[in-house]
């Protein structure tokens, strides 16, 4: 059975870090693109990030171009999203999705809120 | 960036009933490879997203025949032959085409 499993979500001041981790299972993870999907409260779905399979290609929004970094660690069947500079606006549920241009399987979501 | 344009953002249904959910794209979603990289997922109340359709009318694994998609170039189709009550939720189509991959607004779909 395929499970994403996000954790790493937490309440951070605007201008802080923060490092969202994915553990992924039931599945050969390093044959898969990985992504980052987000989604403010009330809002619909952005996508974040995506990573190719051996980590040679890495695709943003334009949002956070520059203050996130997606990265992902095969041996350990993990992908990840460091965040930095945040800002209220990066608050939303981040999903941790497999594939690269339709995603099959979906994590539950790992809440982030940028608040003072 | 690519724009998803869908309508109606709101689609009030008798159960048992059709419905239908467009999808445009502001550029064509034709890959080189020659494939259509257009999803569609659903997203009920307080859960996270699930792919129905992938490549424009492929339907994922357990998806209930009931759901079709259709369309080719810029233009998409999300059908419910009748819709159920479990059918309630935000649907979302998505291109896979270009990058930054981006999602339509969402459509709501509610028992009348």
């Known amino acids: 059975e395929v499970q994403l499993v996000e954790s790493g979500g937490d309440l951070v001041q605007p201008g802080g870090s923060l490092r969202l981790s994915c553990a992924a299972s039931?599945?050969?993870?390093?044959?898969?693109?990985m992504t980052w999907v987000r989604q403010a409260p009330g809002k619909g779905l952005e996508w974040v990030a995506s990573?190719?399979?051996?980590?040679?290609?890495?695709y943003y929004v334009g949002s956070v171009r520059g203050r996130f970094t997606i990265s992902r660690d095969n041996a350990k069947n993990s992908v990840y999203l460091q965040m930095n500079s945040l800002r209220a606006e990066d608050t939303a549920v981040y999903y941790c999705?497999?594939?690269?241009?339709?995603?099959?399987?979906w994590g539950q979501g790992t809440q982030v809120t940028v608040s003072s | 960036d690519v724009v998803m344009t869908q309508s109606p953002l709101s689609l009030p249904v008798t159960l048992g009933q059709p419905a239908s959910i467009s999808c445009r794209s502001s550029q064509s979603l034709v890959y080189s490879d020659g494939n259509t990289y257009l999803s569609w997922f659903q997203q009920r109340p307080g859960q996270s997203p699930r792919r129905l359709i992938n490549?424009?009318?492929n339907r994922d694994s357990g998806v209930p025949d009931r759901f079709s998609g259709s369309g080719s170039g810029s233009d998409f189709t999300l059908k419910i032959s009748r819709v159920e009550a479990e059918d309630v939720g935000v649907y979302y189509c998505?291109?896979?085409?270009?990058?930054?991959?981006?999602f339509g607004q969402g459509t709501k779909v509610e028992i009348k």
């Open positions: 998505m291109q896979g085409t270009h990058w930054p991959r981006t």
């Open positions: 039931g599945f050969t993870f390093r044959t898969y693109w």
């Open positions: 990573m190719k399979q051996d980590g040679s290609e890495e």
């Open positions: 999705a497999r594939g690269g241009y339709g995603y099959s399987y």
């Open positions: 490549k424009v009318s």
